[in-house]
């Protein structure tokens, strides 16, 4: 498994084990009695194959779960091209700043990708990095509106954010939900290269620890 490993990535071919996040939505008793309501919009209950912002979701009387369709580019040219969002098939182009309608080559993306599939090649993903947070709740005119984040900022339930240390997160009646949406770049020369989060861009950049204006090639990423 090695041997073969080592010839995928001789082959240029960058393996991504990172999952499409995912949330939960809690219902109170008796809240949910037509479906479930996601971004202003009342679904039924029972599987939902595409919600209107790209989301396969789950929806009961006790609450709603969904994850991403969509998969994030994690590895192109990102000083030539640029992403952008197709509602249509639910997933990002990767296009040329200078010329939007020529496509770009993607190396890699936060799924698990085709090509080993195709060669039918058994790899177990990792989960996104996640954590929750026990219910705080905020106040507004005397009635439990939303969760306190632990900056002290309400959010109404039912909504989500990204927050600074970039995680996407969602409020529910049990607290947050928050899950990362960046990926940690793996399979470069520790000895010589170091990784640095940007938050701006929420983005891992791997550079020599000597120089860090030269960058060091990463052939994996998990998160």
């Excluded at 240029?12 to 949910?32: N, Q, R, W």
Aim: aromatic share 10%; charged share 20%; glycine share 6%.
């Amino acid at each position: 498994m090695k041997n073969f490993l080592a010839f995928i990535v001789a082959m240029g071919i960058i393996v991504t084990l990172g999952d499409a996040y995912c949330f939960s939505k809690m219902h109170k008793p008796g809240e949910a009695t037509k479906g479930c309501t996601l971004d202003g919009k009342l679904y039924p209950f029972g599987e939902i194959a595409r919600t209107e912002n790209c989301f396969r979701c789950s929806c009961s009387k006790d609450g709603m779960r969904c994850c991403s369709l969509f998969h994030t580019p994690v590895n192109y040219d990102k000083e030539n091209c640029k992403t952008v969002f197709n509602k249509n098939s639910c997933d990002y182009d990767v296009v040329q700043i200078s010329d939007p309608s020529k496509l770009c080559p993607i190396y890699s993306r936060k799924t698990i990708l085709a090509s080993l599939l195709v060669l039918a090649i058994s790899v177990t993903p990792s989960n996104a990095d996640c954590f929750s947070e026990p219910l705080n709740p905020g106040m507004s005119h005397g009635e439990q509106t939303g969760c306190l984040d632990s900056n002290g900022e309400l959010h109404e339930f039912g909504t989500h954010w990204t927050n600074t240390d970039c995680y996407y997160c969602f409020c529910t009646w049990s607290g947050i939900d928050c899950c990362s949406t960046f990926v940690r770049p793996v399979g470069y020369d520790e000895e010589k290269c170091v990784s640095i989060f940007n938050k701006e861009t929420c983005t891992y950049k791997v550079v020599e620890k000597e120089d860090h204006s030269k960058e060091c090639p990463a052939y994996a990423a998990v998160g």
